[in-house]
């Protein structure tokens, strides 16, 4: 995506990939399901994991984090991933408030064998044929 596209057009929602914030090489990234690969950064840095909740930002879905109810604030203690439990039960065909709800089910669960599960049913999409938007 291009530079700060969360503050433009639909935020950061992305309606379908004729979104004009997604660059050329951005297209063929989601296209192919592989548009999370530049966070492997972000992994090596140590400043994300390969498995957890999906990475929050204060100012959404609640303006500040003041806002988030407490249950909601879970998503802060855990390392995000760039891959998770949320992403691989509903993709984007759920609300922030069903995702949060998820992504704390997986820190409250966390353990090992979730993760691997977590990692074989993200290989799995990678194939699966079926149409997505991020």
């Given at each position: 995506m291009v530079d700060k596209a969360e503050y433009f057009g639909d935020g950061l929602i992305i309606k379908d990939g004729n979104d004009c914030?997604?660059?050329k090489v951005g297209k063929i990234l989601r296209r192919m399901s592989l548009d999370e690969l530049p966070q492997l950064f972000n992994?090596?840095?140590?400043?994300?994991?390969?498995?957890?909740p999906r990475p929050p930002v204060v100012y959404h879905p609640y303006d500040g984090y003041v806002n988030y109810s407490d249950f909601?604030?879970?998503?802060?203690?855990?390392?995000?991933?760039?891959?998770?439990?949320?992403?691989?039960r509903m993709r984007n065909s759920a609300t922030w408030d069903e995702r949060i709800k998820v992504d704390v089910e997986y820190i409250d669960n966390f353990s090992l064998l979730l993760d691997i599960k977590i990692l074989f049913l993200t290989i799995f999409s990678l194939f699966n044929k079926e149409e997505f938007t991020s």
């Open positions: 914030r997604i660059t992994v090596l840095k140590g400043d994300m994991s390969f498995i957890g909601a604030k879970k998503r802060f203690e855990m390392r995000p991933g760039i891959t998770g439990l949320a992403q691989v």
